[in-house]
């Protein structure tokens, strides 16, 4: 049937002319002025599928159309690509001059009488080049003539198409539905997908084959790549990394890639696997099983940076769950400007999130039921970071493990039902540890049992720094099946504010402990015990003293520097029968005050002398 009319823009044309002849076959009422060079533009696939010509031949497949005479711009649509193969959809071409293009099997084909012809669909699929997509033939050469196309749209078809590697043209985006398989070829020993730049990935499956395939390598690498997006694919049975996202550039160019919304599973290696790469987006995908969830990792002086993992749900990995990890063999061997926030961990073999790294927030996440041994449910190694929001519970090792931090806030977190320490501070520095909730842990007895704590302040094995400039305050603790102290100081420990905690009777010996000898210029209940003397040293800093008994009466109390702040206050409790005198020195008391075990009195300095506030007697 004849078309009688063209339009342009989804507009009528005006000024309508004559036929043009085309070989026989008519193009109607054409608007004026208009070249002939300009029919073949008219001429074109509309919506992928409408083509407007009249009486365009159709034949049976493209193997047909190559041995038929063909003149220049005829068009022909072929039904199918090969003889008693399916039916493909949008197989129509324009006959063009010898050497207008490169023939590939797909866009150009060179026809025995020497033309060619051009492929003229908007969107190209696989079966366009001659792929079969029946889970048995090797359909490489096809996917990789489609795939590497430059600034195309690539339509997936349904079908499981065999391939040992493809590399996606530059500005090309392949949109697919989970149908759209692409299997690796059994002996295939290089990545699957290679993207280039601004290549997109949408819907598409990519299974590796790792039951069949011995090789090795990624499904889908992205090297030195950037604005890359890969978005509601299927990834599964991966040899390798699932997505290797890597840079080596030294952070100077913008890596600037989203992962998102996709499913992995039946995944030997690390789902998400990230190196050296500026602004990478992790966002909203489901993980399963596999080494790990992400792994973002530095080897060259600037490291990984900006980067988000968000949202994701990370199950069953044999490692951990999600980690940033500290390379000791690059120069500046950490990710910063980190994001790890809201993402679910449970049943990893591993520590749920670990994060060796630097202005760092990880917040608002689930980790429950990880690691093995002394894993934590968050380990973190951090300079600048905020531990925010975050349930951790269940975890074979530690709630939240803080190890060799400067500068980092733990707060409003809540801890319950792990193996072992809530929170540990280990040779940690200007940290806060403030309103978190820590309920049921040390449920295993894997530590000694002078380190068992809710709250564990010390310095451990592996750091050669102190625990210094601290603030433990406001947090909420109570019993553990084996927890012997709510609350913690051991040895090398200094400048610490312990306040406000509600924590009574959450250890089996004592709520609050510390090491005498080695916790200094300390803020605590009880930091120190003095033995009774006329004029008795006390700490410069401190706000609670303890005083053991003895027979001779105190009547002034001085500091190692003979200052005292203006306005101090202090508690003293007294362990055994000790006395007070009033008046006699700098004590102006309601009294003497002859104190037994566990009395208390409160006193506040003015000009140097103590006036007592109140006094108990229990």
């Known amino acids: 049937a004849q078309v009688d009319l063209v339009a342009r823009d989804g507009e009528s044309p005006?000024?309508?002319?004559?036929?043009?002849?085309?070989?026989?076959?008519?193009?109607?009422?054409?608007?004026?002025?208009?070249?002939?060079?300009?029919?073949?533009?008219?001429?074109?696939?509309?919506?992928?599928?409408?083509?407007?010509?009249?009486?365009?031949?159709?034949?049976?497949?493209?193997?047909?159309?190559?041995?038929?005479?063909?003149?220049?711009?005829?068009?022909?649509?072929?039904?199918?690509?090969?003889?008693?193969?399916?039916?493909?959809?949008?197989?129509?071409?324009?006959?063009?001059?010898?050497?207008?293009?490169?023939?590939?099997?797909?866009?150009?084909?060179?026809?025995?009488?020497?033309?060619?012809?051009?492929?003229?669909?908007?969107?190209?699929?696989?079966?366009?080049?001659?792929?079969?997509?029946?889970?048995?033939?090797?359909?490489?050469?096809?996917?990789?003539?489609?795939?590497?196309?430059?600034?195309?749209?690539?339509?997936?078809?349904?079908?499981?198409?065999?391939?040992?590697?493809?590399?996606?043209?530059?500005?090309?985006?392949?949109?697919?539905?989970?149908?759209?398989?692409?299997?690796?070829?059994?002996?295939?020993?290089?990545?699957?997908?290679?993207?280039?730049?601004?290549?997109?990935?949408?819907?598409?499956?990519?299974?590796?084959?790792?039951?069949?395939?011995?090789?090795?390598?990624?499904?889908?690498?992205?090297?030195?790549?950037?604005?890359?997006?890969?978005?509601?694919?299927?990834?599964?049975?991966?040899?390798?990394?699932?997505?290797?996202?890597?840079?080596?550039?030294?952070?100077?160019?913008?890596?600037?890639?989203?992962?998102?919304?996709?499913?992995?599973?039946?995944?030997?290696?690390?789902?998400?696997?990230?190196?050296?790469?500026?602004?990478?987006?992790?966002?909203?995908?489901?993980?399963?099983?596999?080494?790990?969830?992400?792994?973002?990792?530095?080897?060259?002086?600037?490291?990984?940076?900006?980067?988000?993992?968000?949202?994701?749900?990370?199950?069953?990995?044999?490692?951990?769950?999600?980690?940033?990890?500290?390379?000791?063999?690059?120069?500046?061997?950490?990710?910063?400007?980190?994001?790890?926030?809201?993402?679910?961990?449970?049943?990893c073999g591993g520590s749920g999130i670990a994060a060796q790294s630097s202005n760092t927030t990880i917040i608002g996440n689930v980790c429950k039921s990880n690691g093995s041994g002394s894993d934590a449910g968050i380990l973190l190694n951090l300079t600048d970071g905020t531990v925010t929001g975050n349930v951790v519970s269940f975890t074979s090792g530690i709630g939240i493990d803080a190890g060799d931090c400067n500068r980092i806030s733990i707060n409003s977190n809540v801890v319950h039902q792990n193996s072992r320490f809530g929170i540990e501070i280990n040779s940690c520095d200007n940290f806060s540890v403030v309103g978190n909730t820590l309920h049921n842990n040390h449920t295993g007895t894997g530590t000694p049992t002078e380190f068992r704590a809710g709250i564990m302040v010390y310095q451990g094995t592996q750091f050669g720094g102190i625990s210094d400039n601290g603030a433990i305050t406001g947090n909420n603790i109570r019993i553990g099946t084996n927890q012997n102290y709510g609350i913690k100081l051991a040895a090398d420990t200094r400048k610490i504010t312990v306040s406000g905690n509600s924590c009574h009777g959450s250890g089996l010996i004592n709520d609050i402990e510390y090491d005498p000898t080695n916790v200094v210029n300390t803020l605590l209940p009880f930091a120190t015990v003095l033995t009774p003397a006329a004029s008795l040293v006390i700490p410069q800093e401190g706000l609670y003293i303890e005083i053991g008994a003895g027979a001779t009466a105190i009547s002034t109390l001085t500091t190692s520097t003979g200052k005292v702040a203006q306005y101090r206050e202090i508690a003293i409790r007294f362990t055994g029968t000790a006395t007070l005198s009033d008046g006699v020195g700098n004590l102006r008391l309601a009294g003497d005050f002859v104190a037994g075990n566990t009395d208390t009195i409160k006193l506040i300095s003015v000009t140097g002398v103590w006036y007592e506030l109140s006094r108990t007697v229990n």
């Not at 795939?147 to 195309?152: A, H, I, T």
């Not at 499981?160 to 590399?167: D, L, P, R």
């Not at 968000?310 to 069953?316: T, Y």
Request: a negative charge; charged letters at 15%.
């Open 14 to 347: 005006n000024a309508m002319n004559s036929d043009f002849d085309m070989n026989s076959y008519r193009i109607l009422n054409v608007p004026a002025p208009i070249a002939l060079s300009d029919v073949a533009r008219l001429v074109d696939v509309v919506n992928s599928s409408t083509l407007l010509i009249g009486e365009a031949p159709v034949l049976d497949n493209v193997g047909q159309m190559l041995i038929t005479d063909l003149a220049l711009a005829d068009y022909v649509e072929c039904k199918r690509y090969y003889a008693g193969g399916p039916l493909v959809p949008n197989l129509v071409y324009e006959i063009v001059a010898a050497s207008t293009g490169t023939a590939d099997g797909g866009t150009f084909l060179n026809l025995s009488n020497g033309r060619q012809a051009r492929l003229i669909s908007r969107t190209l699929n696989p079966k366009q080049f001659g792929a079969v997509g029946d889970g048995v033939t090797d359909d490489t050469l096809a996917i990789r003539a489609w795939m590497v196309l430059e600034n195309r749209e690539l339509e997936g078809y349904a079908g499981e198409y065999i391939v040992t590697s493809a590399t996606m043209g530059i500005g090309s985006v392949l949109k697919a539905t989970k149908q759209t398989i692409l299997r690796r070829k059994s002996d295939s020993t290089t990545n699957l997908i290679t993207l280039n730049d601004y290549s997109e990935l949408h819907g598409v499956t990519i299974d590796g084959n790792n039951s069949v395939a011995s090789g090795s390598g990624f499904s889908v690498l992205c090297n030195t790549k950037k604005s890359n997006i890969i978005d509601k694919c299927v990834i599964i049975n991966s040899i390798g990394a699932c997505v290797d996202i890597r840079s080596n550039t030294d952070d100077a160019e913008n890596t600037e890639t989203r992962v998102s919304n996709n499913i992995f599973y039946g995944n030997v290696g690390n789902s998400v696997q990230l190196q050296d790469v500026k602004y990478v987006s992790v966002l909203n995908n489901s993980m399963a099983g596999g080494t790990r969830g992400v792994y973002c990792d530095a080897t060259t002086s600037q490291g990984s940076s900006f980067v988000t993992v968000l949202g994701n749900k990370v199950k069953d990995c044999s490692s951990s769950g999600i980690f940033f990890p500290f390379n000791a063999n690059a120069a500046d061997p950490h990710t910063t400007n980190a994001i790890i926030n809201n993402n679910l961990v449970e049943g």
